[in-house]
């Protein structure tokens, strides 16, 4: 089953801030995640409502949640990491 990536706002503006030599890489894991919104390595965050997940991608993170039953990936946020689990 293939999903459906959605890119919330607030995730494109982290976009936008990402080092170039790291947009292709970042954009390449998150398109990924229509795939397989569970890829190897990637993480479900403890403690946070709703359900979110980490993909690691150099120092960069792609914070996002999975709806299964509708088929979608929401990412949140991208943020580096000494930021993403403040």
Do not use: C
């Not at 089953?1 to 990402?18: C, G, Q, T, W």
């Not at 996002?64 to 930021?83: N, S």
């Amino acid at each position: 089953m293939s999903y459906r990536v959605e890119i919330l706002p607030n995730a494109i503006k982290d976009l936008r801030k990402l080092p170039n030599n790291m947009v292709s890489r970042m954009k390449t894991a998150v398109l990924g995640l229509a795939e397989e919104p569970r890829p190897v390595g990637s993480r479900k965050l403890v403690n946070v409502h709703p359900e979110t997940w980490r993909i690691r991608v150099g120092d960069w993170r792609a914070l996002y949640q999975i709806d299964d039953p509708a088929g979608l990936v929401k990412v949140v946020h991208v943020f580096h990491r000494r930021e993403a689990y403040r």
